[in-house]
């Protein structure tokens, strides 16, 4: 076939299995817009509010179906309109193909309209990006970038394209090519390795298991309860990890760090073997890096080498796909039984429970109640603060891709997007955003793609009419001088969500909790819930930034002290 520059784009993702891109067209872009049109029954285009939306809503779907996410922009501000969704995806290894316009060749260096170095800008937060100036390298280019996107540790690649490579009248042979599969990588995994990790297994008393993004991106849910199974030990996640671990096991203790829960903060300092699967060790899960799990040995087993003792120093590390070295760990492991040590967690368990207040509508309480309501089986996207902590600590995960959140750049304004992407990728799931109010004002346009698709995706806003965590901050750690937190104005959320076509309740006492969620969980349209709570409700437990985790503490604590 001889095809234009903008057919070999389309062409190619038609070859990668592209069902969906979200975006926004512009000049610079036409041309592949242009095709994009005649090719509409096979890839689905959604166009989003802003470009910001399209890359967070490309990277939601990327989350919830493991497959690569696509968004597109013209050049200019629409490229650099998904920076923060592509350093998004990066901080949280989300395989994703950002697809952006320039001007043409002999445009380029010369301030010309529209003109943004896009690749340069976003050298540091893309696994690899390419500018396309030559047709003849337009597909072998997009084809590697699928592949890097998704191989090894998955991540974001831009491919900017200057105009005159789509147009029309610039043709190549193109020769389409079967796709082969991603091999996992193994490469790294010796025997010696994995050897020396069953002895360092067998020899402990006290062991515990942390999981991260690493074993949900690896979709080693059955390799890990087989190991957790054999090893005998209880399981902590991190935000990112959610999912991978059943989170209604026995052998559950919660999520750790900064929020995490006191057995999971406390296990892991008590711990004689801390065996951290596909974790990073950020510093929002470590505290104190030095005084972290110190009086343990620390085995690291993850598919990326730097990051192997790059916040934490392990004893021993096993670089490799998670599912690869669990499958193989697994065959080598003889059942291990470590009852006393389960006995003193749930003892903890039994003893610090997580706590919230009853006599008043709580985001927990309405975490707890969309629980209970959809019986733990919807996927909940995040937007980040107060409404991400509760949402990770109330609802109960027990299988991956279930928990879809900004964990490492914690981007405000990421959870409406990420939930129409969640949706179009799983359209037989429930999908439920997680949101404050603060968060909602940053990208609450996105509601409107919701109602133009007619996407039913459910926006539940805990609204304090404030920036919830910041002034968490102010008031424990800054004098109570609320500094700019205070949104206290005259938005009416129900009947701005009315206006952009949504349906919209609003709750304001726990009697009326029940039948509206109800309402709004059975709609088969967007809905909003707008949810009054206290300005002043609380993150708890909760970690002083720089102090080691089992310094957690509760409000109970303070007044105690």
């Not at 919830?64 to 650099?80: I, L, N, Q, R």
């Not at 396309?132 to 974001?156: E, M, Q, W, Y």
């Not at 991956?400 to 914690?410: A, K, M, N, V």
Request: glycine residues 8%.
């Amino acid at each position: 076939m001889e095809l234009s520059g903008a057919q070999i784009v389309i062409e190619c993702l038609k070859e990668q299995g592209v069902d969906t891109v979200f975006g926004y067209p512009g000049g610079a872009i036409l041309n592949i817009y242009d095709e994009l049109y005649k090719h509409k029954n096979e890839i689905r285009h959604i166009l989003t509010s802003h470009e910001q939306g399209a890359s967070h809503a490309a990277d939601g779907y990327a989350r919830a179906t493991g497959k690569v996410g696509v968004c597109m922009a013209t050049s200019g501000p629409g490229s650099t309109n998904l920076v923060t969704g592509i350093a998004t995806a990066y901080m949280d290894s989300v395989p994703m193909v950002a697809i952006t316009a320039n001007v043409a060749v002999d445009y380029l260096g010369r301030d010309s309209f529209q003109e943004v170095d896009i690749a340069g800008v976003t050298m540091p937060i893309t696994k690899h990006n390419f500018i396309v100036k030559d047709i003849n390298k337009l597909a072998d280019t997009l084809r590697r970038a699928f592949h890097i996107a998704k191989s090894g540790r998955p991540g974001p690649v831009l491919v900017d394209i200057t105009k005159d490579v789509t147009a029309p009248t610039n043709k190549i042979e193109y020769t389409r090519v079967d796709i082969p599969p991603i091999q996992r990588s193994s490469d790294q995994i010796t025997d010696e390795d994995l050897k020396e990790a069953v002895k360092m297994i067998a020899k402990s008393e006290k062991p515990f298991i942390l999981v991260g993004g690493g074993a949900v991106i690896s979709d080693a849910y059955d390799e890990l309860k087989e190991f957790v199974e054999k090893v005998d030990a209880p399981v902590a996640d991190t935000l990112m990890g959610k999912g991978a671990f059943d989170g209604t096991d026995p052998r559950y203790t919660g999520m750790v760090g900064m929020h995490g829960t006191k057995p999971s903060n406390l296990g892991i300092t008590q711990c004689d073997l801390l065996i951290a699967i596909g974790v990073r060790f950020s510093d929002r899960v470590t505290g104190n890096a030095k005084q972290f799990a110190r009086k343990a040995k620390i085995l690291h087993i993850d598919i990326d080498p730097a990051e192997i003792n790059k916040n934490v120093i392990s004893h021993h590390s096993i670089v490799g796909d998670v599912k690869e070295v669990l499958k193989r760990l697994n065959s080598m492991l003889d059942k291990q039984d470590h009852k006393e040590w389960l006995n003193h967690i749930t003892d903890m368990k039994a003893m610090f429970p997580m706590t919230y207040r009853k006599d008043i509508l709580t985001g927990p309480y309405i975490i707890e109640k969309i629980y209970e309501l959809t019986e733990g089986k919807a996927i909940i996207t995040t937007e980040v603060g107060q409404n991400q902590m509760w949402a990770a600590q109330y609802y109960k995960y027990t299988s991956p891709r279930t928990f879809i959140t900004s964990g490492g750049l914690g981007t405000m304004g990421y959870g409406l997007g990420a939930s129409i992407g969640a949706k179009v990728g799983r359209p037989d799931a429930k999908v439920i955003n997680i949101a404050g109010d603060g968060c909602f004002r940053m990208n609450m346009n996105e509601l409107a793609t919701a109602t133009r698709y007619n996407i039913p995706i459910v926006e539940v806003v805990l609204n304090n009419k404030v920036l919830g965590m910041v002034r968490q901050w102010q008031t424990l750690f800054y004098g109570r001088r609320y500094s700019y937190t205070d949104l206290n104005d005259k938005v009416d959320f129900v009947k701005l969500a009315q206006a952009m076509g949504a349906k919209a309740y609003r709750i304001t006492r726990q009697d009326e909790a029940e039948s509206i969620l109800k309402e709004a969980l059975s709609q088969n349209e967007p809905v909003l819930v707008d949810c009054i709570i206290d300005c002043d409700e609380k993150v708890w437990p909760m970690v002083a930034p720089g102090a080691p985790i089992e310094e957690v503490f509760t409000e109970e604590d303070l007044k105690s002290n």
